[in-house]
């Protein structure tokens, strides 16, 4: 008995008194990112989910990028562009020099292969692509010609997405040209980024390495190798993080930063992202076919409160467009919670007491949206409106989406833009046309006015010219209230205190410009 | 055997079709285009009606074609390959630590029967069967990684240790290509994930272990055995265990295959790529072919776990004849 209580003493003493090993520290050349998500598979062409896009970032180009803090358009694999007065053709003038993984040349002929080998697989990320091109031409080695159906603006925005838009070598896909290289690219990828594909080890980790004939060279402090660690827990990713075991912490929800931002070896930053959470209402059946009623609910949600649902690191949106896209505007008007005004528009709907209930859905991957409807439940029931809180995994929530009659009355979603521009929310998210299962139109609202100004953004160059549509049909959606805009979705990158050189790019934000990037 | 496999396969198959969701849209991507979702449909032979899917499908797995995963778009044959070697190696290891910890636990439980000792194991195995798998298992990491940084955190094997792929058990791949370094990686990366999935198998086991083995010191030939003058532990070990073993085999048994279906939260806490999340995965997203393939893996490995039980039975017990 002595001898146990002696054991046991001393076991807790160990474990008490023993100070914290000091952290791991990882090579310097090599750069360990912790991130939840692994890519289902590394074809640019098929591909379209969150996990590809580091891998994408890192191993494919495109012939342009963007820069969201210039909200520009810049050069990638092409170095200049010309668009034509009808904006139906894309002339690109391409960067020379520049190689792939396996020592490809890249070309105007590697921009049709790969553009041409997406359209006619035609999956995912293709309808960008298909929607828009009507042919390709080499003019020469340097120079390749895109023939559009119609015009459209944001085209050119269009290309910098990482789904669809990235060029893998020619030479790889000719290697594999029975399937169309889809079994190749399955698991490897071949293009012109400073990275290459060295090893995928499925649910572990995917490793990259410096590309040393990578056109842009190797000049300044950069690094080795990458180690994209697959890390399906949050909170065992933070330990890795502050065990040094893993450089950058991604995916790690803004409510369990507070450990994090207290020990001084590691940097916490929330940026803002171009993804929007909102509640689409359905406007196809009473009560909410009625826009006071619509209006009411707008103005019944307390929107400063919902905010603490992201850990206070967000504010309201402000119309329909998020900060840093063109057509943004602050001096738009909102909603705001105001539930005398709510009671009086219900009243004039002819629900005085309210007297009706309203199933709510919110997705299981975007756990935010259960707190919300919670937190709306109590200010909805002083109105005297049940609300019903249903979760949906994301294949019920389009299940139930694609038909009007069982598209749930309330539901919570996020949306992430394809392409940096207003109409990547505006076209599917409140054009007319584009209801489920065709767009993303839930709330199945149709103002034919606001349609053919959606329409007119999309050919309209002038940017002043395009700044006041984009603020009309905003302002019309404001009106007619289809849905409930909430705020812009944050996203935490935690580093080690000694990474340097990340730039967050809302456009990519699931992603890393580690070409920059070095450790000291 | 193989009427089972077709009566498991035709349920699934059916049932799964009830599942909500679309999975050439949920494999498309939600922002896919319906062009691009029918085109995925018809590559992938969904538009094809019900039937002639059912029989391409069965006819396919007499083939040894499982079939294409939606949602990788790998065969699913191979996903299996790559998954369910990750589950096999950490179930057995946590069966492994379950008989290692669990028999001898229960006998000293027997032995010391309403002792300080006896309380307090019977305390720790009701607290091990009341506590989650992955709230033990980001306790195990908090101590051993964290705190004390002896035991890593995720993963099967150490960055640059992975020895040559022959059977997909990393240990015993390194034991057969002599890899020491990796086999000693393998086994420290296997001690939390195993603990946390062992944890409620041990404390079931080792309380089964206790009431059987005190049942069977209750017998005559027990006394007799005592009466002839043999050690205490002759009589335990050599007449009592064998006896008491029986129900506490049917146990471990079970163990095995709830080991094998609840390894998900300690895959998801440990990154283990096994194949409980490839499970969960493929239901999340409506993945047809790759549900019915880990459904036809499981029934095999059930009951080939049933087979070996019922002959390990006749082992232990001659009385036992089939």
């Given at each position: 008995m002595k001898f146990s209580l002696l054991v046991v003493g001393c076991l807790a003493a160990l474990l008490t008194a023993i100070p914290r090993l000091t952290t791991a520290s990882t090579p310097l050349e090599t750069l360990f990112v912790g991130v939840t998500e692994e890519p289902t598979m590394l074809d640019p062409a098929i591909d379209y989910t969150f996990g590809s896009v580091p891998v994408f970032r890192a191993t494919y180009e495109r012939l342009v990028?963007?820069?969201?803090?210039?909200?520009?358009?810049?050069?990638?694999?092409?170095?200049?562009?010309?668009?034509?007065?009808?904006?139906?053709?894309?002339?690109?003038?391409?960067?020379?020099?520049?190689?792939?993984?396996?020592?490809?040349?890249?070309?105007?002929?590697?921009?049709?292969?790969?553009?041409?080998?997406?359209?006619?697989?035609?999956?995912?990320?293709?309808?960008?692509?298909?929607?828009?091109?009507?042919?390709?031409?080499?003019?020469?080695?340097?120079?390749?010609?895109?023939?559009?159906?119609?015009?459209?603006?944001?085209?050119?925005?269009?290309?910098?997405?990482?789904?669809?838009?990235?060029?893998?070598?020619?030479?790889?896909?000719?290697?594999?040209?029975?399937?169309?290289?889809?079994?190749?690219?399955?698991?490897?990828?071949?293009?012109?980024?400073?990275?290459?594909?060295?090893?995928?080890?499925?649910?572990?980790?995917?490793?990259?390495?410096?590309?040393?004939?990578?056109?842009?060279?190797?000049?300044?402090?950069?690094?080795?190798?990458?180690?994209?660690?697959i890390v399906r827990d949050t909170t065992t990713m933070a330990m890795l993080l502050e065990r040094g075991e893993i450089d950058i912490a991604y995916g790690i929800p803004v409510a369990e930063l507070e450990p994090l931002k207290a020990n001084p070896e590691i940097v916490v930053n929330v940026y803002d992202t171009y993804t929007t959470n909102m509640i689409a209402m359905n406007t196809t059946r009473p009560p909410l076919n009625d826009v006071r009623v619509r209006q009411a609910l707008s103005y019944s949600f307390d929107y400063d409160s919902a905010m603490e649902v992201f850990a206070g690191y967000t504010k309201p949106l402000v119309g329909q467009i998020p900060p840093g896209l063109l057509g943004y505007d602050p001096t738009l008007p909102r909603y705001v919670f105001d539930l005398d005004r709510a009671r009086e528009l219900l009243a004039q709907a002819g629900y005085p007491h309210g007297g009706f209930t309203l199933e709510y859905t919110w997705v299981t991957?975007?756990?935010?949206?259960?707190?919300?409807?919670?937190?709306?439940?109590?200010?909805?029931?002083?109105?005297?409106?049940?609300?019903?809180?249903?979760?949906?995994?994301?294949?019920?929530?389009?299940?139930?989406?694609?038909?009007?009659?069982?598209?749930?009355?309330?539901?919570?979603?996020?949306?992430?833009?394809?392409?940096?521009?207003?109409?990547?929310?505006?076209?599917?998210?409140?054009?007319?046309?584009?209801?489920?299962?065709?767009?993303?139109?839930?709330?199945?609202?149709?103002?034919?006015?606001?349609?053919?100004?959606?329409?007119k953004a999309g050919i309209e160059r002038d940017e002043e010219v395009r700044k006041q549509i984009l603020r009309e049909i905003q302002l019309l959606l404001l009106n007619d209230a289809p849905n409930i805009w909430i705020t812009t979705v944050p996203v935490a990158i935690c580093m080690r205190k000694n990474v340097h050189g990340f730039v967050f790019e809302p456009a990519y934000f699931s992603s890393f410009n580690f070409y920059d990037m070095y450790k000291d | 055997m193989v009427i089972t496999l077709l009566g498991v396969l035709t349920i699934t198959f059916f049932l799964s079709r009830v599942l909500p969701g679309d999975p050439a849209r949920l494999a498309a991507g939600i922002r896919a285009g319906p062009e691009q979702v029918e085109s995925l449909r018809r590559s992938l032979g969904l538009d094809r009606p019900l039937a002639e899917q059912y029989v391409r499908y069965i006819t396919s797995v007499?083939?040894?074609?499982?079939?294409?995963?939606?949602?990788?778009?790998?065969?699913?044959?191979?996903?299996?390959?790559?998954?369910?070697?990750?589950?096999?190696?950490?179930?057995?290891?946590?069966?492994?630590?379950?008989?290692?910890?669990?028999?001898?636990?229960?006998?000293?439980?027997?032995?010391?029967?309403?002792?300080?000792?006896?309380?307090?194991?019977?305390?720790?195995?009701?607290?091990?069967?009341?506590?989650?798998?992955?709230?033990?298992?980001?306790?195990?990491?908090?101590?051993?990684?964290?705190?004390?940084?002896?035991?890593?955190?995720?993963?099967?094997?150490?960055?640059?240790?992975?020895?040559?792929?022959?059977?997909?058990?990393?240990?015993?791949?390194?034991?057969?290509?002599?890899?020491?370094?990796?086999?000693?990686?393998?086994?420290?990366?296997?001690?939390?994930?195993?603990?946390?999935?062992?944890?409620?198998?041990?404390?079931?086991?080792?309380?089964?272990?206790?009431?059987?083995?005190?049942?069977?010191?209750?017998?005559?030939?027990?006394?007799?055995?005592?009466?002839?003058?043999?050690?205490?532990?002759a009589v335990i070990l050599k007449h009592a265990l064998r006896n008491a073993l029986l129900p506490t085999l049917t146990i471990i048994g079970l163990q095995i295959g709830i080991l094998l279906s609840g390894a998900v939260p300690v895959e998801v806490v440990f990154s283990w790529p096994g194949i409980g999340l490839y499970a969960v995965q493929s239901i999340v997203f409506v993945d047809f072919m790759a549900i019915l393939g880990v459904t036809l893996l499981m029934t095999i490995v059930y009951s080939g776990i049933n087979l070996i039980v019922d002959v390990l039975y006749g082992v232990l017990d001659p009385r036992i004849q089939y």
């Amino acid at each position: 008995m002595k001898f146990s209580l002696l054991v046991v003493g001393c076991l807790a003493a160990l474990l008490t008194a023993i100070p914290r090993l000091t952290t791991a520290s990882t090579p310097l050349e090599t750069l360990f990112v912790g991130v939840t998500e692994e890519p289902t598979m590394l074809d640019p062409a098929i591909d379209y989910t969150f996990g590809s896009v580091p891998v994408f970032r890192a191993t494919y180009e495109r012939l342009v990028t963007y820069n969201s803090r210039t909200g520009m358009v810049e050069p990638e694999l092409a170095a200049s562009w010309e668009i034509s007065e009808d904006g139906l053709v894309y002339t690109f003038y391409l960067r020379p020099g520049v190689k792939f993984h396996d020592g490809a040349t890249f070309d105007a002929y590697a921009v049709k292969t790969a553009y041409e080998r997406a359209m006619t697989i035609n999956e995912g990320p293709a309808w960008m692509l298909t929607t828009y091109v009507k042919s390709i031409d080499v003019v020469d080695d340097l120079i390749v010609r895109i023939n559009l159906q119609h015009p459209f603006v944001p085209f050119l925005r269009i290309l910098t997405s990482y789904w669809g838009m990235g060029i893998p070598s020619p030479k790889a896909i000719a290697e594999h040209v029975e399937d169309l290289g889809k079994a190749f690219f399955r698991e490897h990828a071949v293009g012109t980024g400073p990275y290459k594909l060295v090893e995928w080890v499925k649910g572990q980790y995917i490793m990259l390495e410096r590309f040393e004939d990578y056109w842009r060279g190797w000049p300044e402090k950069h690094l080795d190798r990458i180690v994209i660690q697959i890390v399906r827990d949050t909170t065992t990713m933070a330990m890795l993080l502050e065990r040094g075991e893993i450089d950058i912490a991604y995916g790690i929800p803004v409510a369990e930063l507070e450990p994090l931002k207290a020990n001084p070896e590691i940097v916490v930053n929330v940026y803002d992202t171009y993804t929007t959470n909102m509640i689409a209402m359905n406007t196809t059946r009473p009560p909410l076919n009625d826009v006071r009623v619509r209006q009411a609910l707008s103005y019944s949600f307390d929107y400063d409160s919902a905010m603490e649902v992201f850990a206070g690191y967000t504010k309201p949106l402000v119309g329909q467009i998020p900060p840093g896209l063109l057509g943004y505007d602050p001096t738009l008007p909102r909603y705001v919670f105001d539930l005398d005004r709510a009671r009086e528009l219900l009243a004039q709907a002819g629900y005085p007491h309210g007297g009706f209930t309203l199933e709510y859905t919110w997705v299981t991957e975007e756990p935010e949206g259960r707190r919300i409807g919670i937190l709306w439940q109590e200010a909805l029931r002083n109105l005297g409106i049940e609300l019903k809180i249903t979760e949906v995994t994301v294949a019920g929530h389009w299940d139930r989406i694609s038909h009007p009659e069982t598209t749930p009355d309330l539901a919570n979603y996020r949306w992430c833009i394809d392409f940096p521009d207003a109409l990547s929310i505006l076209l599917p998210l409140y054009h007319g046309d584009y209801a489920p299962p065709v767009g993303y139109n839930i709330s199945r609202w149709s103002n034919p006015r606001i349609n053919e100004l959606i329409d007119k953004a999309g050919i309209e160059r002038d940017e002043e010219v395009r700044k006041q549509i984009l603020r009309e049909i905003q302002l019309l959606l404001l009106n007619d209230a289809p849905n409930i805009w909430i705020t812009t979705v944050p996203v935490a990158i935690c580093m080690r205190k000694n990474v340097h050189g990340f730039v967050f790019e809302p456009a990519y934000f699931s992603s890393f410009n580690f070409y920059d990037m070095y450790k000291d | 055997m193989v009427i089972t496999l077709l009566g498991v396969l035709t349920i699934t198959f059916f049932l799964s079709r009830v599942l909500p969701g679309d999975p050439a849209r949920l494999a498309a991507g939600i922002r896919a285009g319906p062009e691009q979702v029918e085109s995925l449909r018809r590559s992938l032979g969904l538009d094809r009606p019900l039937a002639e899917q059912y029989v391409r499908y069965i006819t396919s797995v007499m083939r040894g074609d499982l079939g294409m995963s939606i949602r990788t778009r790998r065969p699913v044959m191979a996903d299996l390959v790559e998954y369910f070697p990750a589950t096999v190696e950490l179930t057995i290891f946590a069966i492994f630590l379950c008989i290692l910890l669990g028999i001898p636990l229960g006998i000293f439980s027997a032995v010391r029967q309403e002792t300080l000792v006896d309380h307090v194991l019977r305390v720790a195995a009701v607290a091990a069967v009341s506590m989650p798998s992955f709230w033990l298992g980001l306790l195990l990491q908090l101590v051993f990684f964290r705190w004390l940084g002896i035991l890593p955190a995720t993963g099967r094997v150490g960055l640059g240790f992975r020895p040559t792929h022959i059977t997909g058990l990393y240990v015993l791949d390194s034991i057969i290509t002599q890899n020491w370094a990796a086999l000693g990686s393998c086994l420290k990366h296997l001690a939390l994930p195993a603990t946390a999935l062992a944890a409620s198998s041990v404390a079931q086991i080792s309380r089964m272990m206790r009431s059987s083995l005190l049942e069977v010191l209750s017998h005559d030939y027990v006394r007799t055995a005592r009466a002839k003058g043999l050690k205490e532990s002759a009589v335990i070990l050599k007449h009592a265990l064998r006896n008491a073993l029986l129900p506490t085999l049917t146990i471990i048994g079970l163990q095995i295959g709830i080991l094998l279906s609840g390894a998900v939260p300690v895959e998801v806490v440990f990154s283990w790529p096994g194949i409980g999340l490839y499970a969960v995965q493929s239901i999340v997203f409506v993945d047809f072919m790759a549900i019915l393939g880990v459904t036809l893996l499981m029934t095999i490995v059930y009951s080939g776990i049933n087979l070996i039980v019922d002959v390990l039975y006749g082992v232990l017990d001659p009385r036992i004849q089939y």
